[in-house]
């Protein structure tokens, strides 16, 4: 019992270090826009590590909403993917069908800001390993943060597209009838 104790406690330490490794400034830059909305849910990840605080979540209305978009917007390219595949894959295989679609809505809603928190602080943390000086960082850190719009657009795209191949068999039965 003492070992894994230990072991715990390592990882517990060195996720502190990591996290502290991090500065809100630094996080802000990253950001970009709307970088105020991600501090709390910043701070509530850094509380939780040190047991200042339990388990928390953010809501984010744009990621429930707009689900992959959102993703695709902040730059987190694996997330968006994975979440624009799941409810296809959901109403393809099981029998919840757009119910499971409005399930991952809301799942993502709460875990969006936190996600989103943890790929800023590692992709910083990884900036600031090869950058060959603060200023360096610093420029790499705003450049690799921020949002796409192109990410928005495409994402956007295939949000709209899928809404209406949603809507399709409603509007076709509609078009039928004089």
């Excluded at 994402?155 to 076709?172: D, E, K, M, Q």
Aim: with cysteine; net charge positive.
């Amino acid at each position: 019992m003492g070992l894994l104790a230990d072991r715990a406690s390592q990882r517990k330490a060195k996720l502190i270090e990591k996290l502290e490794s991090v500065s809100d400034a630094e996080i802000v830059a990253f950001a970009g826009p709307n970088a105020d909305r991600f501090l709390p849910a910043w701070h509530d990840m850094k509380d939780q590590a040190t047991g200042k605080k339990s388990f928390s979540l953010r809501w984010c209305w744009p990621a429930f909403f707009f689900g992959s978009a959102w993703f695709l917007y902040r730059r987190m390219y694996a997330l968006a993917a994975a979440f624009l595949f799941i409810p296809i894959l959901l109403a393809l295989f099981t029998p919840i069908g757009s119910t499971g679609g409005s399930s991952l809505a809301v799942v993502l809603a709460m875990f969006a800001k936190a996600a989103y928190v943890g790929h800023a602080q590692s992709k910083i943390r990884k900036i600031k390993a090869r950058a060959v000086s603060a200023e360096d960082a610093a420029a790499k850190i705003v450049r690799s943060g921020g949002v796409s719009i192109a990410g928005g657009v495409i994402g956007g795209s295939i949000w709209v597209g899928l809404v209406l191949l949603t809507f399709a068999p409603l509007f076709a039965g509609m078009t039928g009838r004089s």
